[in-house]
C-alpha cells in the first residue's frame, strides 16, 4: 500500500508563490510518474503537472510558465513550485503516484487559496 502525504498549501496573495510537496511511502513497486491534480468546488478534478521517473514533464495550459514540478528520487517526493498565483488557482490539490504496474495512488488533498 502506497501512502502519499502533502504539504505547503495555505492562503496567498495573488502574484504570491507556495510550494507543494508530495512525500511518497510503502510499497511503491517502482514509479511511473507523480503528477498534481486539482480541483475547484463544483468542477471536475484536473492535471496540473506531471513528471515521469526519467523527469519528462507535461503541464496544464493555464499553469506553463508559472509552475515546475520536480522529483526527487532518492526520496520519492515530488515538488510543485507555484509562482505568479492566481486567483483561478485557488483549489484542493492532490498528489498522484502511478506505479509501474499503472496502479494509481492519491493523497488526501491540500488547499490552496489564492486572495485578491
Known amino acids: 500500500q502506497v501512502l502519499l502525504v502533502e504539504s505547503g498549501g495555505g492562503l496567498v496573495q495573488a502574484g504570491g508563490s507556495l510550494r507543494l510537496s508530495c512525500a511518497a511511502s510503502?510499497?511503491?513497486?517502482?514509479?511511473?510518474?507523480m503528477a498534481w491534480y486539482r480541483q475547484a468546488p463544483g468542477k471536475q478534478r484536473d492535471m496540473v503537472a506531471e513528471?515521469?521517473?526519467?523527469?519528462?514533464?507535461r503541464y496544464a495550459d493555464s499553469v506553463k510558465g508559472r509552475f515546475t514540478i520536480s522529483l526527487d528520487k532518492a526520496t520519492d517526493t515530488v515538488t510543485l513550485h507555484m509562482n505568479n498565483l492566481k486567483l483561478e488557482d485557488t483549489a484542493a490539490y492532490y498528489c498522484?503516484?502511478?506505479?509501474?504496474?499503472?496502479?494509481?495512488?492519491w493523497g488526501q488533498g491540500t488547499q490552496v487559496t489564492v486572495s485578491s
Open positions: 510503502g510499497i511503491i513497486s517502482g514509479i511511473n510518474y
Open positions: 498522484k503516484l502511478e506505479n509501474v504496474y499503472g496502479l494509481d495512488s
Open positions: 513528471i515521469t521517473s526519467r523527469g519528462k514533464t
